[in-house]
């Protein structure tokens, strides 16, 4: 893993609302098949860094690299926005988001909601798409569900098109803000069963999440963050071993 290319490399990254600075130079990589973990209190950064990554928000200063090109960008502090819109089209169409609320577009069907983007934004031809789309239902466990619509699932159903939809679009990494917050325990384990199994796959990842043993079980890396500033990083063995922090031990008593 330490050999394989960066895929997503941030580079000493600020991002501010007005005053409210919310991000304080914080570095990221992740690899080629790696999965990182973003853990840490709420209000701490962590679906602002991965909002930044996939360019849904603009920050003020720092680098974003994506497969080493560099993100371009015109301007500078609360004025600085992407300088290149066929670069960020590109770059955003090779990371697929999977979103807390789902976000499944409600007037589809399942199959629909799978197939929208790779046919609409990426002009694959439909019947391919199609093949392509019952596969990955079939993949996340909902292959029966694909002429359902989205009030019909369960919120763990829901989450799981959600991540089928993110990967028909066959990206070079998946990221994940909270995809298990808003479900019921036994909901949760289906989705979190997923993910693992795309972890074992060596799909690269990135993560933010709540729940302690899923950071732990499928990441080659955790980075814990706290009032938008890395406090503590490393495997994962390391974080929830031996925390060093003594804000890093406060937060794992708390959410134990």
């Known amino acids: 893993m330490a050999d394989a290319p960066p895929v997503i490399e941030i580079r000493d990254l600020h991002k501010a609302y007005g005053q409210l600075e919310v991000l304080k130079g914080v ?12 853990i840490g209190s709420s209000g701490s950064g962590k679906s602002t860094l991965l909002r930044c990554a996939n360019l849904l ?19 500078s502090g ?18 697929s988001m999977v ?45 029966d569900k694909c002429d359902a619509w989205p009030a ?25 803000d909270e995809p298990t917050s808003a479900l019921d325990p036994e909901l ?15 799909r690269t990842m990135i993560i933010v999440t709540h729940d302690m043993n899923l950071a732990r079980d499928v990441s080659n890396h955790v980075i814990f963050l706290h009032q938008g500033m890395i406090e503590e990083e490393g495997p994962p063995a390391n974080l929830f071993g031996a925390p060093r922090s003594e804000r890093l031990r406060g937060f794992l008593s708390a959410v134990a």
Not at 78 to 95: E, G, K, W
Not at 192 to 197: D, H, L, M, Q
């Open 188 to 202: 949760e384990q289906e989705v979190i069963r997923v993910i693992k199994a795309l972890a074992d796959e060596g």
């Open 27 to 38: 570095d990221l990589r992740a690899c080629q098949g790696e999965v990182v973990s973003l």
């Open 57 to 75: 928000e603009d920050s003020q200063s720092g680098d974003i690299l994506f497969c080493e090109e560099p993100v371009r960008w015109r301007g």
């Open 78 to 95: 609360h004025s600085r926005r992407p300088a290149d819109a066929a670069q960020i089209t590109r770059i955003r169409t090779n990371l």
């Open 152 to 176: 019909q699932l369960s919120g763990g159903q829901q989450q799981r098109a959600a991540i089928a939809r993110a990967l028909a679009m066959e990206p070079k990494a998946l990221l994940f």
């Open 99 to 143: 979103f807390q609320s789902f976000n499944l577009w409600s007037h589809l069907t399942v199959l629909q909601n799978v197939m929208e983007a790779p046919v609409h934004v990426l002009r694959r031809d439909p019947a391919e798409v199609e093949r392509a789309a019952r596969a990955y239902l079939d993949k996340v466990g909902i292959g």
